[in-house]
T-cell receptor, first 118, second 112 residues
C-alpha cells in the first residue's frame, strides 16, 4: 500500500534553532500534501496545504514566515520551523493523497515528528 | 463552519465485548468520512473511508456507518481485543475545499 515517510521522528533542540521536517511519498506521486499539528490530548489541526510547484496555503492563525513549506517535487514536501521556541513544541504530522487515485481515496499519513524545544 | 464531535471521549471495556464509537458533524455537505486509529505517540492508520453516497463500510471486525442527513457516523468494533486499545479519530472531508475536519477522538482501552 501507499507509504508516506516522515523524518525525523523525534527532535530535541534549543530555543532559536530552525528545524526541517521532511515528508516523502515513497511509492506514489502526491500533488498535494497536508501538514498538521497535534498538541497533547487534542485532535489534529490543519496548518497548511502544500501544493507541488506553488505556494502553500496556510490556515488562519498559522504564521507563514514561521512555518516555511516547500513542495519542490511530487514526492517531497518539507516543513521548516524557523527560530523555534518552546511553544512550538508539538507533534507534527504530514499526509499526502495519491494523485492517481482521485479525491475520494484516503490521505496517507506519515508517522509524525515529535518536536521538543528546550 | 464544520464541527466534528466524538462521544465518548474515553471508553474502557473488558476484552470480548462489542462496542460502538460515535461521531457527529454539523454540516452534511461532506465528500467522505473517515475513521482513523492513533497509537500513543504515533501517526495515524486509516481504518475505513465512507463516501458520501455510501451507508457503511466493513473491514474485518470493524463496521462504520454513515447517516449524512442526520450528521452521524458510528464505528462498531466486534469482539474487542487488547490490541484494539488506541485513540480512534473521526474526520470528515468537506466537499467545498476537500480539507479534513477532525474530531477530538475517543480513547479506547480494552482490558484483558
Amino acid at each position: 500500500g501507499a507509504v508516506v515517510s516522515q523524518h525525523p521522528s523525534w527532535v530535541i533542540c534549543k530555543s532559536g534553532t530552525s528545524v526541517k521536517i521532511e515528508c516523502r511519498s515513497l511509492d506514489f506521486q502526491a500533488t498535494t500534501m497536508f501538514w498538521y499539528r497535534q498538541f497533547p490530548k487534542q485532535s489534529l489541526m490543519l496548518m497548511a496545504t502544500s501544493n507541488e510547484g506553488s505556494k502553500a496555503t496556510y490556515e488562519q492563525g498559522v504564521e507563514k514566515d514561521k512555518f516555511l513549506i516547500n513542495h519542490a517535487s511530487l514526492t517531497l514536501s518539507t516543513l521548516t520551523v524557523t527560530s523555534a521556541h518552546p511553544e512550538d513544541s508539538s507533534f507534527y504530522i504530514c499526509s499526502a493523497r495519491d494523485r492517481g487515485t482521485g479525491l475520494n481515496q484516503p490521505q496517507h499519513f506519515g508517522d509524525g515528528t515529535r518536536l521538543s524545544i528546550l | 463552519k464544520q464541527e466534528v464531535t466524538q462521544i465518548p471521549a474515553a471508553l474502557s471495556v473488558p476484552e470480548g465485548e462489542n462496542l460502538v464509537l460515535n461521531c457527529s458533524f454539523t454540516d452534511s455537505a461532506i465528500y467522505n468520512l473517515q475513521w482513523f486509529r492513533q497509537d500513543p505517540g504515533k501517526g495515524l492508520t486509516s481504518l475505513l473511508l465512507i463516501q458520501s453516497s455510501q451507508r457503511e463500510q466493513t473491514s474485518g471486525r470493524l463496521n462504520a456507518s454513515l447517516d449524512k442527513s442526520s450528521g452521524r457516523s458510528t464505528l462498531y468494533i466486534a469482539a474487542s481485543q487488547p490490541g484494539d486499545s488506541a485513540t480512534y479519530l473521526c474526520a470528515v472531508e468537506n466537499d467545498s475545499n476537500y480539507q479534513l475536519i477532525w474530531g477530538a477522538g475517543t480513547k479506547l482501552i480494552i482490558k484483558p
